[in-house]
């Protein structure tokens, strides 16, 4: 993680696609049929990994719309670093599938932030944390969201549950990123190239 941020904070982002393609590089070197960026704030440069990539790459936010779509929602809640949210590339996306992404205000993102890379990513969960993001949430709720998506890996080690808050569906984007990659896998053609995008 700390490798990552040493070209994410400044913003070197070219650096951050060159790791990423020699990555996918290395995985299509060794056979893999295709590949997936196992986090979310990362999908920003997604794109232009996607067009230099030799093999497939499974998007998450293609993964959590056609799971919500099946759910009959159509307005999310986002949770997740600053940078996913505040960068627009997740609120667009679930926009082409026809979905309605919903952001927290500005203090509210700077607080999950702070949980995330202050706590979480050290293995520091604590109680209070876990309170301050389920008011985040009800905010989300009061907005109009009918579902709220942790669009970060270590958010859900914040709930034991992360199947419904304040009668929410809440959604693990890792855990259907994964579920996903398996279907794919098992021959389903799951999340790739769908007609919206």
């Not at 997936?36 to 990539?53: C, F, K, Q, V």
């Not at 996913?84 to 999950?112: C, M, N, Q, W």
């Not at 009800?138 to 859900?156: D, I, M």
């Amino acid at each position: 993680m700390s490798f990552f941020r040493e070209y994410w904070r400044p913003k070197r982002y070219e650096k951050v696609i060159e790791l990423l393609i020699e990555a996918i590089k290395a995985l299509s070197k060794a056979g893999a049929d295709f590949a997936l960026i196992s986090a979310n704030t990362p999908h920003m440069l997604y794109d232009e990994g996607e067009s230099r990539s030799l093999i497939p790459l499974l998007n998450i936010v293609d993964c959590l719309a056609e799971v919500a779509k099946a759910d009959g929602i159509s307005k999310i809640g986002l949770l997740g670093t600053k940078y996913t949210l505040t960068s627009g590339f997740y609120s667009e996306r679930l926009r082409k599938h026809g979905l309605e992404a919903l952001v927290p205000e500005k203090e509210d993102i700077d607080i999950v932030n702070d949980i995330i890379f202050n706590e979480l990513t050290w293995g520091i969960i604590r109680e209070g944390s876990r309170r301050k993001v389920m008011k985040i949430m009800e905010k989300l709720k009061e907005k109009g969201s009918e579902a709220v998506a942790l669009a970060c890996t270590e958010l859900p080690l914040l709930f034991r549950d992360t199947r419904e808050i304040y009668g929410m569906k809440l959604y693990d984007t890792a855990k259907i990123h994964a579920v996903k990659a398996l279907d794919y896998a098992l021959g389903k053609n799951a999340c790739f190239k769908t007609a919206e995008i």
